[in-house]
Antibody, heavy 123, light 107 residues
Framework: EVKLQQSGDELVRPGASVKMSCKAS????????MHWVKQSPGQGLEWIGT????????SYNQKFKGKATLTADKSSNTAYMELSRLTSEDSAVYYC????????????????WGQGVMVTVSS | DIQMTQSPSSMSASLGDTVTINCLAS??????LSWYQQKPGKSPKLMIY???NLEDGVPSRFSGSRSGSDYSLTINSLGYDDEGIYHC?????????FGSGTKLEIK
């Protein structure tokens, strides 16, 4: 059974950073890409970026460059996202989502999602 | 960036009805379009990929179609379990983008 287990909810101070994890199980971690998606309260979905663990390649939405850093640890089948210099605009639920990789190395749709991490930025 | 214009933003329908949700892409995305269902407090669930392909385990009451840059999700024989927010998503090119969502309420 494919499972993406994300770390717990976070309450962080403005200006701080937070690093969240997404532990994958039930499939070969390096056969898929991992995306990260933001959902602000009552809002739609925003794509943050993706990492292809096999070749350690990342691609970011320009809007999140400098805000988000994606990494992956192949030895523990875990993807990470660090968000820096947090403000109230970063308060949201963050999802990791697995994606098949199509011919040519481009990630595809999101077939499995983690349960989400709620980040609250407050002093 | 590719804009995905989704409509309607919300709708209400009765048990057994057929409803259609639409997404218009601002440029050609081929069939690189997926649909997700999201229930309150839950993560999105893949329903349709490749514009018309039904994900395993999704009831055949759900179907996807394409006409040019217009993509549609149709749900036949609505049931209470179909209530939620539906999102379209293009994965043709970076940055991947989503529609603004359609909230479906069952009367």
């Amino acid at each position: 059974e494919v499972k993406l287990q994300q770390s717990g909810d976070e309450l962080v101070r403005p200006g701080a950073s937070v690093k969240m994890s997404c532990k994958a199980s039930g499939y070969t971690f390096t056969d898929y890409a991992m995306h990260w998606v933001k959902q602000s309260p009552g809002q739609g979905l925003e794509w943050i970026g993706t990492i292809i663990p096999l070749i350690d390649t990342t691609s970011y939405n320009q809007k999140f460059k400098g805000k988000a850093t994606l990494t992956a640890d192949k030895s523990s089948n875990t993807a990470y996202m660090e968000l820096s210099r947090l403000t109230s605009e970063d308060s949201a639920v963050y999802y990791c989502a697995r994606a098949p990789i199509r011919y040519g190395g481009y990630p595809d749709y999101f077939d499995y999602w983690g349960q989400g991490v709620m980040v609250t930025v407050s002093s | 960036d590719i804009q995905m214009t989704q409509s309607p933003s919300s709708m209400s329908a009765s048990l057994g009805d057929t409803v259609t949700i639409n997404c218009l892409a601002s440029q050609d995305i081929g069939n690189y379009l997926s649909w997700y269902q999201q229930k309150p407090g839950k993560s999105p669930k893949l329903m349709i990929y490749g514009a018309t392909n039904l994900e395993d385990g999704v009831p055949s009451r759900f179907s996807g179609s394409r006409s040019g840059s217009d993509y549609s999700l149709t749900i036949n024989s609505l049931g209470y379990d179909d209530e939620g927010i539906y999102h379209c998503h293009q994965y043709y090119e970076y940055p991947f983008t989503f529609g603004s969502g359609t909230k479906l309420e069952i009367k």
